[in-house]
């Protein structure tokens, strides 16, 4: 399945990169215009078997933004832009991320990547996701794709997303390596495509878990 599964990543990144070029020009210029160089960001992240890798996106926030605040964002942090606010609302500035698939350091499924600060966290069963290459998308995303909206109103919004939002991640992460196939892989990139367009739709075996984060996250 591992052949298989990379044979998958590099030919539908590929595709990708080669049909959404004309699109990540166009975000790279208005990113260029609006908020000047750099571009690209690039954040450390916890990778496969617990290496370093840099994971890219293009820009949303302000130039030095990871050394001036925490590293969870709510939708209303300063540090984002006002262009960066759409990019990071529509997801388009993790298309360079494709190149991060194409390179082997991501698959297009797998446990969405941590900060490194985490490294050191990954313990007991947790540790069981360091042998998967972490994902552009997994059963995580599908419940907190808007985790910038989850967070608004936070006073910590860190805080917040250690004690209630990186636990289900964990939960739903552990959920996909104990039945990783490429049927699962295929459900989840067709889920991702439909929350895509439908924002407030959640896979029905996901409710529970989108409903448990809201009212945690509301402190009821």
Same mark, same amino acid.
């Given at each position: 399945?591992?052949? *298989?599964?990379?044979? *998958? @990543?590099?030919?539908?990144?590929?595709?990708?990169? *080669?049909?959404?070029?004309?699109?990540?020009?166009?975000?790279?210029?208005?990113?260029?215009?609006?908020?000047?160089?750099? *571009?690209?960001?690039?954040?450390?992240?916890?990778?496969?078997?617990?290496?370093?890798?840099?994971?890219?996106?293009?820009?949303?926030?302000?130039?030095?933004?990871?050394?001036?605040?925490?590293?969870?964002?709510?939708?209303?942090?300063?540090?984002?832009?006002?262009?960066?606010?759409?990019?990071?609302?529509?997801?388009? @500035?993790?298309?360079?991320?494709?190149?991060?698939?194409?390179?082997?350091?991501?698959?297009?499924?797998?446990?969405?990547? &941590?900060?490194?600060?985490?490294? &050191?966290?990954?313990?007991? &069963?947790?540790?069981?996701?360091?042998?998967?290459?972490?994902?552009? +998308? @997994?059963?995580? +995303?599908?419940?907190?794709?808007?985790?910038? @909206?989850?967070?608004?109103?936070?006073?910590?919004?860190?805080?917040?997303?250690?004690?209630?939002?990186?636990?289900?991640?964990?939960?739903?992460?552990?959920?996909?390596?104990?039945?990783?196939?490429?049927?699962?892989?295929?459900?989840?990139?067709?889920? +991702?495509?439909?929350?895509?367009?439908?924002?407030?739709?959640?896979?029905?075996?996901?409710?529970?878990?989108?409903?448990?984060?809201?009212?945690?996250?509301?402190?009821?």
């Amino acid at each position: 399945m591992t052949m *298989i599964k990379r044979s *998958i @990543d590099v030919i539908l990144s590929l595709a990708a990169l *080669i049909c959404c070029a004309p699109l990540m020009l166009m975000v790279a210029l208005a990113v260029l215009l609006a908020d000047g160089h750099p *571009i690209l960001f690039w954040g450390k992240r916890v990778g496969r078997f617990g290496r370093p890798f840099n994971m890219v996106k293009f820009r949303s926030m302000i130039v030095n933004a990871e050394n001036l605040g925490g590293g969870s964002i709510a939708k209303t942090d300063a540090r984002v832009t006002r262009l960066g606010r759409f990019l990071r609302a529509t997801k388009l @500035d993790e298309l360079p991320q494709f190149f991060n698939v194409l390179s082997g350091e991501m698959s297009l499924v797998g446990p969405r990547p &941590e900060l490194w600060k985490y490294a &050191e966290t990954f313990s007991g &069963e947790a540790r069981r996701l360091l042998k998967f290459r972490p994902g552009l +998308t @997994d059963w995580a +995303t599908l419940v907190d794709i808007d985790e910038g @909206d989850l967070l608004i109103g936070t006073v910590n919004p860190d805080a917040e997303y250690e004690r209630h939002i990186r636990p289900m991640k964990i939960a739903l992460q552990l959920k996909y390596v104990e039945c990783a196939t490429l049927f699962t892989d295929f459900r989840i990139l067709g889920y +991702t495509a439909a929350k895509l367009l439908f924002r407030n739709w959640v896979p029905p075996e996901l409710k529970r878990f989108r409903k448990s984060l809201e009212l945690a996250l509301s402190g009821r």
